[in-house]
């Protein structure tokens, strides 16, 4: 056996550095926010843009604003949903003009003409 050890082979250097560091004394070259933002979109490397949004539009706020959970039998909410869609209204204003109908039916002015008075506000 030999006394001394075997080397690890680093004394010679096989892998040439000089393309993966550069050119030592080059700037590197600077760009504005536009052409990197330019170069993005081209790219396609989807960059967020972070420039603050519009305010976004408020949607016109909803008169049904009192939750009214009521149980139905089985099948009645398709039945208010085929009547909905028929009439192309929302199942809402089904179940309002059932009511008034029914006000009309039994004959309670009273309440007939509070009803009507708050479905047109």
């Known amino acids: 056996m030999p006394k001394q050890r075997e080397g690890l082979g680093l004394g010679e250097p096989t892998i040439d550095l000089a393309g993966i560091a550069g050119q030592a004394g080059q700037p590197k070259p600077r760009y504005t926010m536009d052409e990197i933002h330019r170069m993005g979109e081209k790219a396609g490397l989807g960059f967020v843009n972070r420039t603050p949004r519009t305010a976004k539009k408020q949607r016109e706020r909803s008169p049904y604003i009192v939750q009214h959970n009521v149980k139905l039998r089985v099948g009645m909410r398709e039945v208010i949903e085929s009547i909905a869609s028929r009439l192309d209204v929302s199942s809402q204003v089904v179940i309002e003009r059932g009511i008034l109908a ?6 309670f002015e009273d309440i007939k003409a509070a009803c009507a008075e708050t479905m047109n506000s």
């Open 102 to 107: 029914l006000l009309e039916k039994e004959g």
